[in-house]
């Protein structure tokens, strides 16, 4: 039985460990600032997109003018989609940090 303690013991701090890395990397992102958030956050999906589309096109064999139609308008929508929800995310963020820092000071 002490055995079993002792095992999830340090199995809890090695859980405790995982909470401080994920709490201090949240907060070094905080720090780096919401505009950088949002702007990682539109390349890397816009990115995705480009490559899916580069994709489509070998796969499909279709030319390569068709893989560039229409490629401004789905860009403009994913920035504004993407930023909207990059905005809403970032909230949640922040507010998982400000959860933390609150339950690490009544301790």
Do not use: C, P
Request: net charge positive.
């Amino acid at each position: 039985m002490a055995l079993i303690r002792q095992v999830s013991a340090t199995n809890l701090d090695s859980f405790k460990m995982n909470l401080d890395d994920k709490f201090y990397k949240l907060k070094s992102e905080v720090e780096k600032g919401l505009i950088r958030f949002i702007i990682k956050s539109i390349l890397s999906m816009i990115l995705a997109l480009i490559i899916g589309r580069l994709i489509g096109t070998y796969y499909f064999g279709n030319d390569v003018a068709n893989l560039w139609n229409g490629i401004s308008s789905i860009i403009l929508l994913f920035t504004l989609f993407i930023g909207i929800f990059s905005v809403i995310t970032w909230h949640f963020k922040v507010l998982r940090i400000e959860t933390a820092v609150e339950r690490r000071e009544n301790r």
